[in-house]
């Protein structure tokens, strides 16, 4: 997997740019609101088609081309995957001519219209920006979306089971509303219980296997990071019932992770168990739309008491072991899109970082401060400065220290 060259125009502050990529590691340096953020985001959009720091894609339109009548925002991606050339468009469209319409995209794959559903996964990322810190210390539905966006782009099928799921829960809470207020009956219900148990059984038992497997990767290398400080360790709690009995979370041990049907036997049972509280509630009570994870560190849950040193460095272990995750589930290494991500660790860190960055085929990192980084791994990578959305290449690097 490697991308060749990026075309924007009208994403965020980037009017227009061309930009290529080489091979390794490419450093972007400059001053902070200089596009360097914007340009990773980008990028990782190709690989997820939502972004990460906007709740609504219009944001992502450069607020210029806001007064046009159609105000379109482009990201073209040229690269190749297994020895095969692609190009893949992502448009965001905004249509002022009618009012009150929501933005919308297109995604075309060498020319051809395809949905979001079959985009996801042709483009493999990872991405590490300050923010995702809320995968850890934030709320639930943080970490059910960063599952929701890696699993989509590695796991067949799952892209569309959540679409699936979207709609079945939209229309089972609506029927339990209606049979609470006594304008239904009971006799539709198994129908979408059936339908719920059918894609919610099919996230939840890839949600285990993933999260086993990240456990496993991700405290190799935390005790890598942490001088043998920390165990760190990932704690999935699957909403298999109403109440998040411990006993069902048990079935998702790494030594008995069950198969789809003890899954689905599992819902289907604690539907029934449910169904009086879920229609008194209008509302569905298991499945994976409440769902929760926790990471911890000798046993201290990250998220009620981690510092944020702790909670950086595990999330650093954590995409480390998603890199591993989507490689050994795709076939191919990811591109590394990492923000920021060597400011606040310290020297041992940043080290065992460039070393394993000096690995990887493909990857794109932002600074502010390129002494962050050790003279050697500057002189043997490409370093670019951005302002304004401009982007210049260094040459001739030998030593941070002279910059």
């Not at 002022?96 to 493999?124: C, H, M, N, W, Y």
């Not at 999935?236 to 003890?262: K, V």
């Not at 409440?290 to 849950?301: H, L, M, S, T």
């Amino acid at each position: 997997m490697k991308l060749n060259h990026l075309a924007l125009s009208n994403y965020r502050s980037y009017a227009r740019l061309e930009c290529e990529f080489p091979s390794g590691i490419l450093i972007l340096s400059g001053g902070n609101a200089q596009g360097k953020t914007s340009l990773i985001e980008s990028v990782f959009y190709c690989a997820a088609f939502s972004s990460v720091l906007s709740q609504h894609d219009s944001q992502l339109i450069n607020f210029h081309s806001l007064d046009e009548p159609l105000a379109v925002a482009r990201i073209k991606a040229s690269y190749e995957r297994d020895d095969t050339s692609y190009l893949l468009e992502t448009r965001i469209i905004r249509d002022a001519s009618l009012p009150g319409a929501p933005t919308r995209k297109e995604i075309l794959l060498d020319g051809q219209k395809i949905s979001v559903q079959k985009g996801i996964g042709k483009f493999p990322a990872v991405l590490f920006i300050p923010q995702m810190t809320a995968i850890i210390d934030g709320a639930p539905q943080e970490r059910r979306r960063y599952l929701n966006i890696f699993l989509s782009q590695s796991v067949p099928g799952y892209a569309k089971s959540l679409s699936r799921y979207k709609r079945i829960l939209t229309q089972r809470n609506a029927l339990l509303k209606l049979i609470a207020e006594r304008s239904s009956n009971n006799a539709q219900l198994p129908y979408w219980d059936e339908l719920l148990v059918e894609q919610g059984a099919f996230q939840l038992l890839h949600r285990a296997q993933a999260l086993t497997f990240l456990n496993e990767r991700a405290a190799s290398v935390h005790t890598r990071l942490t001088n043998n400080g920390e165990l760190l360790s990932i704690h999935y709690q699957p909403a298999l019932s109403a109440d998040n009995i411990a006993d069902d979370w048990e079935m998702f041990s790494a030594s008995t992770l069950p198969d789809l049907e003890a899954i689905k036997a599992t819902m289907r049972k604690n539907l029934q168990i449910a169904k009086p509280r879920e229609i008194a509630r209008g509302v569905t009570l298991i499945g994976p739309h409440r769902d929760e994870f926790r990471i911890a560190a000798n046993g201290i849950d990250l998220n009620l008491y981690g510092s944020r040193g702790q909670v950086r460095t595990a999330l650093l272990s954590l995409k480390f072991a998603e890199t591993d995750w989507m490689e050994r589930t795709m076939g191919t290494m990811p591109i590394i899109l990492l923000d920021e991500t060597l400011a606040e660790l310290d020297e041992q860190r940043r080290s065992d970082l460039q070393s394993w960055l000096n690995q990887i085929p493909q990857g794109i990192l932002t600074t502010t401060d390129l002494t962050h980084f050790h003279p050697d791994f500057i002189a043997a990578h490409t370093v670019r400065t951005v302002e304004n959305g401009l982007i210049r290449e260094i040459s001739g690097l030998k030593r941070a220290d002279e910059l």
